[in-house]
């Protein structure tokens, strides 16, 4: 009995249900002599007769009878096993992205048009907020943020390096005011290096919304630091790559996932997909 595996459950409800050797065998793709040999040697393992030969094929005894509907149990355990493996293919359930607004539109979206459409059972929520989301709360799945995290169990993928500048309209005009973020957490960076352009007393514009700062600067409003990938897309002019007291302004782009979470196959699809999007515009968000 120790040696009695599926392959010979197969075997058994095969002959079972046709009755004949070279019936059986066709089933199963294999040689009428190789059914024979098998079901004599599953006969051996069991310690019973399982069917009676005649000239018009096998019949089953009431031994084998008996078992017919133990081994349908396991022929319906091993079909639902395969269903529930071809669900795992399918990808499927939620994950959970918090972002940087700027990386939303132009990044994480087209980033998991293919892997949504491939995986309709697939759900995806993206967040989106200047201050750092904390993974250890589970607040998301997974980040791509601009800070790295301190510590913690997690896994971080440092992906690329994003580029600002100070921008101004298209027109050539060098407005006084200057259009910001307002004061939020994990604004501090983008706000300090605007004031390093600015006069203390000067007039400002505060939103919360990367869209309206880069629609500000385009109307006239007021010049303002912003990611060279978009400003150039929305034919802004750059007025300077480097702070007044020198240095490049260039924030580091890191993909943070809770090690718990590395084994799902869910997260981890969604991950290697904006991890490839990223990488693949690197330059460009580096450099406009």
């Known amino acids: 009995m120790d040696r009695l595996d599926w392959d010979d459950i197969r075997l058994f409800l095969a002959l079972a249900?046709?009755?004949?050797?070279?019936?059986?065998?066709?089933?199963?793709?294999?040689?009428?002599?190789?059914?024979?040999?098998?079901?004599?040697?599953?006969?051996?393992?069991?310690?019973?007769?399982?069917?009676l030969r005649?000239?018009?094929?096998?019949?089953?005894?009431?031994?084998?009878?008996?078992?017919?509907?133990?081994?349908?149990?396991?022929?319906?355990?091993?079909?639902?096993?395969?269903a529930a493996a071809a669900l795992q293919v399918d990808i499927r359930?939620?994950?959970?992205?918090?972002?940087?607004e700027t990386l939303i539109t132009p990044v994480i979206v087209p980033a998991l048009a293919a892997l949504l459409r491939a995986n309709p059972g697939?759900?995806?929520?993206?967040?989106?907020?200047?201050?750092?989301?904390?993974?250890?709360?589970?607040d998301a799945d997974l980040a791509l943020r601009m800070v790295a995290p301190e510590g913690g169990n997690l896994l971080?993928?440092?992906?690329a390096t994003m580029g600002f500048g100070l921008y101004g309209p298209a027109d050539g005009t060098r407005p006084a005011r200057h259009v910001t973020w307002p004061d939020l957490a994990g604004a501090e960076t983008l706000i300090g290096w605007s004031r390093a352009f600015s006069a203390?007393?000067?007039?400002?514009?505060?939103?919360?919304?990367?869209?309206?700062?880069v629609a500000a600067v385009r109307e006239g409003i007021g010049v303002g630091v912003l990611p060279h990938f978009l400003a150039q897309a929305a034919g802004l002019r750059?007025?300077?790559?480097?702070?007044?007291?020198?240095?490049?302004?260039?924030?580091?782009?890191?993909?943070?996932?809770?090690?718990?979470?590395?084994?799902?196959q869910r997260v981890r699809a969604v991950a290697d997909c904006i991890a490839d999007q990223v990488i693949q515009i690197r330059q460009r968000l580096e450099l406009g």
Do not use: C, W
């Not at 031994?63 to 395969?82: C, D, K, N, S, T």
């Open 238 to 264: 750059l007025i300077a790559r480097e702070l007044p007291q020198g240095g490049g302004m260039m924030r580091p782009l890191f993909l943070v996932t809770h090690a718990e979470l590395a084994a799902s």
């Open 200 to 213: 203390h007393d000067i007039s400002r514009l505060a939103v919360n919304s990367l869209e309206a700062l």
């Open 17 to 51: 249900r046709e009755g004949t050797l070279s019936g059986a065998a066709q089933v199963l793709g294999i040689g009428v002599a190789t059914v024979s040999r098998r079901i004599d040697r599953v006969e051996r393992a069991m310690g019973l007769p399982l069917f």
């Open 93 to 100: 359930g939620k994950v959970r992205v918090a972002s940087v």
């Open 156 to 159: 971080v993928r440092r992906l």
């Open 122 to 138: 697939l759900d995806v929520e993206i967040l989106y907020s200047p201050a750092t989301v904390n993974l250890h709360r589970h």
């Open 54 to 82: 005649s000239q018009q094929g096998y019949a089953l005894t009431d031994q084998g009878a008996a078992l017919v509907p133990r081994a349908e149990q396991m022929e319906l355990a091993a079909q639902e096993m395969r």
